[in-house]
């Protein structure tokens, strides 16, 4: 699509896995437990845990949450991501990808993929530390953002890619909105996903210069965190 960078750096990228994490300990919260925070649960069937993240990542949350202006609200669609879901899903849309383009490699077909879910090994939801979320009213009714949450860059024509030229204005100015209060709060987005933002895992430390300060959970650490 013109008008979208195509050199981003992907979650695919050696330099992600070359990230070194190690992690703080820092505990893993119910975002929306005496917060306010509103949760969407569209994704329930296919991950119980998704409201879960870092608390660290709760307190920006809230940060942002309080910067937006009156009667518009952060809508948390996921959290925390189990390694084996996330498994079956990069697999899935690898899955995909290789049956609409036989011709593909293997080192390709994993790089598009990553466009839209990341590889397990570096999954910035599998730390805690990443947040699929968007804006609502306050009666819930969510914010035009261009696409809906997870449209794939093959249904959308990229225009899930957070730059994308090609939104309505009003889409457009609703994900300044989103960008602008979540940015301020320390998170970081995945380029290709409006929707994704994280902090403490590989793709932010790689984004802002520092160090990881999330590794991988297990499902048991959060259930009994």
Known sequence: MAGVADDM?????????????????EPVVDATDGTGLRLDTREVQHNPLLQFVRSGLRDRLLRAEASLPQGVHLLLIEGYRPPAVQLQQFTAYADLL??????????????EASRFISPPEVAPHCTGGAIDVTLCSEDG???????DVNASPVASANRCYTAAPDIPLAAAANRRLLVTALR????????????????GDRYWAYSTGTSARYAPLSTDQVVTG
């Open 9 to 25: 750096v992907l979650l695919s990228d050696p330099v992600i896995a070359a990230v070194t994490t190690a992690d703080s300990g």
């Open 184 to 199: 301020e709060a320390g998170l970081v987005n995945y380029p290709t996903e409006w929707w994704h933002w994280s902090y």
């Open 141 to 147: 009714v969510e914010l035009d953002m261009g696409t």
């Open 98 to 111: 290789r049956q609409r383009n036989p011709e593909w490699t293997a080192e390709r077909i994993r790089r």
